[in-house]
Every structure is written in structure tokens, then in C-alpha cells.
């Protein structure tokens, strides 16, 4: 009987011992599992802000919405600071006028040669008008090229 009994209360402590065991086991995954959505968070927001600032190109080229020369250099210049830090931003970008690719050489000179863009007749002022079109990758959900077609 007093076997029986010593069996008893070594069965009890190893259910016991399972049970903290088991409980700890939940405690770890549970926090892994935040940390997890923590790093998920993180991630969308810094995809988030990726993406706002290129969006404000996205623009239909309508009489109070377009882009001009200085927004294409503006885009061009921030493409190259992305893709720059390529280590924290993997998706590179870039920057197309009227479907081709784009150099700081050609906006300066089309800034140049079209005054800006802005040309004065006998009655108004006429501004060079762009719309601008961004596309996503659909693996990053990134902006990775932003395309600029004149009006």
C-alpha cells in the first residue's frame, strides 16, 4: 500500500511537470506569434511609406491635376535615392516620359529648351501638362515605376 501510494504521487508530479511544460510551451508560441504580427505591422507601414511618396505622382493630368518637368525631375531625383539605398528597399525604380526611360540629362534639357514648360502667348499662359501612372509589384506591393505621358 505504501508503494502504491509513493506511485501515486510520482504520477502526480509528472502530470504536473507535463502540464507547467505544456503551459509554457503556449506562452512561448503565443509571444512568438506577437512578435510575428509585430514584424507584420511594421513591414505594411514601411511598404505604406514607400509608397506615399511616390503616389503623388499618380496624377490624371486633368487642368488641376498634372505633373510638370519639375515633378518628373523631383521623381527622378527620388528614384535615385531609393534605388541608392537598394539594401532597404529591394524593388528598384524607375522613372519613364511617355513610356521610355528617363535621364536627368533629357529633363534638364527639356526644362531648358521649353522654358519649363511654361510658354506665354497673346492671351494666356499655357503649362506642359503630364499625367503620371504608377505600377505596383505585385510580389512587394511597392511602386516600381512611375510613368509620365504629356497631354
Known sequence: MENAS??????AGIIIGLLVLSL???AFRAGAKAMENVE???EAESIQAYNARLAIY???GTEDD???YHDILSAYYLAQ???DERNKYTTSLTVLMNGSPVSEDEILYLIKSENG???TDDSHKYIKKF???VKYDDKTGKIYEIDFNSH
Request: hydrophobic content about 35%; cysteine-free; overall charge positive.
Open 117 to 119: 514648360g511654361y510658354a
Open 81 to 83: 535615392d531609393i534605388n
Open 131 to 133: 499625367s503620371g501612372t
Open 40 to 42: 507584420d505591422r511594421k
Open 24 to 26: 509554457l510551451v503556449f
Open 58 to 60: 499618380a496624377r490624371p
Open 6 to 11: 509513493k506511485a501515486l504521487y510520482m504520477t
Open 66 to 68: 498634372f505633373n510638370t
